[in-house]
């Protein structure tokens, strides 16, 4: 059955989803574990539209942006954390039919998360190497260790640092994303600080093979994931609603994260829609289609990623090369006064970069450690059946 006829079911009701389950509670006098429970999940329900609304109340401009990114990941933990308590509270409900179908379908997707999570901290290593060539122009341009006027030498230093760049860039787009050369995982810590080979190399999961596509895995992720039905909410106390609203978040966390961060065969073509009778599902969508109607503009068309910061920096390596095609020496004050300015801006980027990648590579590692607790935790529970209530 499709997800509109799934809506239309409850819809017609003329009742939110939990109110069937609200309806079938009030008829039991005196069940305060079944009332407790059913605050619980309202509760759940309100604490994750209240988060995804203040993301969605984002400028166009900081959409997608480090500082933003960053947010959605603190906001996606929190709910997940919210969502490990009502599993915890709830363990005796667990291994019940057909609970035990949905919450394992769940997990099955967390575990598809985890690749994701970390082709995306590849990514940001690579975002770093570009921010590494940016240092050199910097560092070619600055004139401020000296009173003489830039010359031709370091004009050109800083032109082959814009090739290297622009080479870079265009490589990781040629190849579909960016792999890793050497077998890692977030459960690996590792000092090694080798410069990347452009093209294709291994990714950082031990179980991502060079064929690995994070286009397939976010459908992967939302394969059959559709509203639960009246009969299936009512048979799992309203658990189900909670598992589809986590399943939903999740695929939008990932599919997000796809569309910012360079990654190997980023694809944003997922079939992705929530009943708007979810109190989240508004803001969900919403964030979604500004993000669609982001990758669609023609300046980002063929971008490696949509991250605010990636726009910058292809949009001042740009402004850079055409200032170094374009000088003649001795620079004439003007001319000098306009590369500096473009200097500037290049600082600004890497001043951002500095600040913002290592606390989202913080964030994602966290990310990839909290899925693999809760996972691992929640397979415990459905491993005992006999499980107490």
């Given amino acids: 059955m499709p997800a509109t006829e799934y809506q239309g079911s409850i819809a017609s009701l ?5 109110s069937i389950r609200r309806d079938q509670v009030h008829n039991m006098d005196g069940n305060n574990e079944a009332s407790a429970q059913e605050a619980e999940l309202e509760q759940f329900q309100k604490q994750v539209a209240d988060r995804f609304n203040d993301l969605s109340a984002v400028s166009n401009e900081d959409l997608l942006s480090l500082g933003w990114i960053r947010r959605l990941l603190d906001e996606f933990i929190c709910c997940q954390e919210e969502f490990r308590g009502i599993l ?18 769940y997990f099955e997707r967390s575990v598809k998360a985890l690749d994701v999570c970390n082709a995306i901290r590849d990514g940001v290593e690579l975002i770093r ?3 590494r060539y940016l240092e050199i122009v910097l560092t070619a341009l600055d ?24 080479i870079a860039m265009l490589d990781e787009k040629d190849s579909g994303g960016v792999l890793a050369h050497r077998n890692r995982s977030f459960g690996r810590n590792t000092t090694h600080k080798d410069p990347r080979p452009h093209g294709h190399f291994r990714s950082l999961s031990w179980s991502v093979s060079r064929s690995w596509s994070a286009a397939k895995q976010l459908q992967a992720i939302s394969n059959n994931l559709v509203p639960p039905r009246g009969n299936e909410i009512m048979a799992t106390n309203g658990l189900v609603v909670a598992v589809f609203t ?24 997922v079939h992705f829609a929530v009943p708007r009778h979810f109190s989240w599902g508004p803001s969900i969508m919403s964030l979604h289609d500004k993000i669609l109607e982001e990758s669609k503009k023609r300046e980002r068309k063929n971008a490696s990623g949509l991250m605010k910061e990636i726009y910058q920096i292809e949009k001042c390596a740009r402004h850079m090369n055409e200032l170094a095609d374009s000088v003649q020496f001795p620079l004439t004050e003007d ?3 306009e590369v500096m300015q473009g200097v500037q801006e290049l600082a ?10 290592d606390p989202l590579e913080r964030r994602v590692r966290e990310l990839f450690h909290r899925i693999l607790r809760n996972r691992t935790e929640g397979l ?10």
Avoid at 14 to 18: A, D, M, Y
Avoid at 143 to 166: C, H, N, V, Y
Avoid at 380 to 389: A, G, M, V
């Fill in 14 to 18: 003329g009742r939110s989803i939990l």
């Fill in 88 to 105: 915890f509270n709830n363990k005796g409900h667990l291994c019940r039919q057909p609970m035990d179908r949905f919450i394992a379908e």
């Fill in 246 to 269: 986590m399943s939903s978040i999740l695929l939008f966390v990932m599919w997000a994260l796809v569309a910012a961060i360079p990654c190997q065969d980023r694809g944003l073509q």
């Fill in 335 to 337: 001319r000098e006064a």
């Fill in 380 to 389: 415990d529970c459905l491993s005992k059946p006999n499980h107490p209530e």
């Fill in 129 to 131: 190497q570009w921010q």
């Fill in 143 to 166: 004139s401020s260790s000296s009173q003489r006027t830039l010359g031709e030498g370091q004009f050109r230093r800083a032109k082959k640092a814009l090739t290297d760049l622009t």
């Fill in 348 to 357: 600004g980027i890497c001043e951002a970069m500095k600040e913002g990648l």
